[in-house]
Nanobody, 121 residues
Framework: QAQVVESGGGLVQPGGSLRLSCEVS????????MAWFRQVLGKEREFVAG????????DYADFVKGRFTISRDNAKNTGYLQMNSLKPEDTAAYFC??????????????WGQGTQVTVSS
């Protein structure tokens, strides 16, 4: 059974940057696609970015294109989300997903518990 653990969240000012990490154990991450979603309390979990296991294909939600970058280090079984030019509307709990593909929650098999990102002055 896979375990997915996110880290790197925190409080940042508008315009600032954060890098989230997603450590996966129990499976060989290199064989799985992975993605980041985010969720605001009371709202649906929404797709942010995804990357295939080969790293040849990435996908981004329109609202993060040009600001966020998804990457992975298969040797470390770890994925990343570099977030730049953060806006207050980026405030949410960010979740890492592995094993699947698509922009909806039900397309992914493994999930972490999330890490909170708050963008505020």
């Amino acid at each position: 059974q896979a375990q997915v653990v996110e880290s790197g969240g925190g409080l940042v000012q508008p315009g600032g940057s954060l890098r989230l990490s997603c450590e996966v154990s129990g499976i060989t991450l290199s064989a799985f696609n992975m993605a980041w979603f985010r969720q605001v309390l009371g709202k649906e979990r929404e797709f942010v970015a995804g990357i295939t296991w080969t790293t040849t294909t990435t996908d981004y939600a329109d609202f993060v294109k040009g600001r966020f970058t998804i990457s992975r280090d298969n040797a470390k079984n770890t994925g990343y989300l570099q977030m730049n030019s953060l806006k207050p509307e980026d405030t949410a709990a960010y979740f890492c997903a592995a094993g699947g593909w698509g922009t909806t929650r039900n397309k992914w098999m493994y999930w972490g518990q999330g890490t909170q990102v708050t963008v505020s002055s």
